[in-house]
């Protein structure tokens, strides 16, 4: 199974944003999104690794997909031409939401 690893922050109107457009994509897609906090060093050590200018960072199975907003359209398009793309997912994203903001 994909998955889609989102880096975020507190206070953070773009952060809710992706979050929601994973949420809508969750219904006919299948993937497990791991949402990591900035102000973690996990956080912090994947946004320098990756170049990360600005939240939300989003990387799909480990490869840097985006960062700031995220484009739904972008998303969709690659979430399409991946494997298994035509099997829809049976979970919510809280399924497989694994929240390490701390």
């Known amino acids: ?3 889609i690893t989102i880096l975020t ?3 953070c109107p773009s952060c809710e944003q992706a979050k929601l457009v994973l949420s809508r994509l969750s219904r ?3 993937f497990e999104v791991q949402e990591i906090g900035l102000g973690t060093d996990e ?3 994947l946004a320098v690794r990756y170049g990360i200018a600005f939240a ?3 990387l799909i199975d480990g490869v840097m997909f985006s960062y700031g907003r995220l484009s739904e ?3 969709l398009r690659h979430l399409s031409r991946s494997p298994g793309a035509a099997e829809p997912s049976h979970s919510s994203l809280t399924a497989h939401h694994n929240n390490r903001q701390n």
């Open 56 to 58: 939300p960072g989003v």
């Open 9 to 11: 922050q507190a206070s």
């Open 1 to 3: 199974m994909m998955r």
């Open 73 to 75: 359209k972008k998303l």
């Open 43 to 45: 956080g912090r050590g």
């Open 28 to 30: 006919d897609h299948s």
